[in-house]
Each structure stands twice: as C-alpha cells, then as structure tokens.
C-alpha cells in the first residue's frame, strides 16, 4: 500500500493549489479517504474526507465553501482543490486511506505555503 501526495507549494494569500494523493497496492475503489493538515506547534485537523460509492464528503468548518475533495477511481487518484487560500492554511498535508476516523495507511506529507 502506498499513499503519494503531491501538488503542495508557496502560494499568495487569495491564490489555488490543487493537491493530489496517488494510491497503489490496494483497490481503492473500496475506500473512503480523508485529507489532514498539521501546522508547527498545532495538533493535526482533519480537513475533508470522502466516502466509496456516492462519494458523500466533509468539510472541516475552517475550508468549507473553499476546499473541494474530490476522487478518480480510473486513476486510483485522491484530490483536494484549494481556492482562497489564507496564511493560516499553511501547513503539511497528509492524504489517508479511511476517511477521518480510522486510517490505517498515511502518505509522506506536502507543504502548502500561503504568504506575500
């Protein structure tokens, strides 16, 4: 099983990033996955999920109405697209496989960066 993110940077306050989270070893088709950030000195946050199936998703109250999760089953590939960025956004972003209750495999991380 693997889980590999990638898409983070440094952006302007306002800007877009689109995170990807590419899986393999498993039939990702069966799973929910969720997206976590962790800030320096800050406990980790679940930011969205998304379910199997219908793709029923979540969306922390911090990034709702600015961050959109999304999946391709085709391309066993997890997204998190990112508008209206704010400073207090940055922060490393984990992609898991379970949602945000029970995960039992973590990608590596990307940095987003949101500063002028």
């Known amino acids: 099983v693997q889980l590999v993110e990638s898409g983070g940077g440094l952006v302007q306050p306002g800007g877009s990033l689109r995170l990807s989270c590419a899986a393999s070893?498993?039939?990702?088709?069966?799973?929910?996955f969720g997206w976590y950030r962790q800030a320096p000195g800050k406990e980790r946050e679940g930011v969205s999920s998304i379910t199997t199936g219908s793709g029923y998703t979540y969306y922390a109250d911090s990034v709702k109405g600015r961050f959109t999760i999304s999946r391709d089953n085709a391309k066993n590939t997890l997204y998190l697209q990112m508008n209206s960025l704010k400073p207090e956004d940055t922060a490393v972003y984990y992609c898991?496989?379970?949602?945000?209750?029970?995960?039992?495999?973590w990608g590596q991380g990307t940095q987003v960066t949101v500063s002028s």
């Open positions: 898991a496989r379970g949602g945000l209750l029970m995960n039992d495999y």
């Open positions: 070893g498993f039939n990702f088709d069966y799973y929910s």
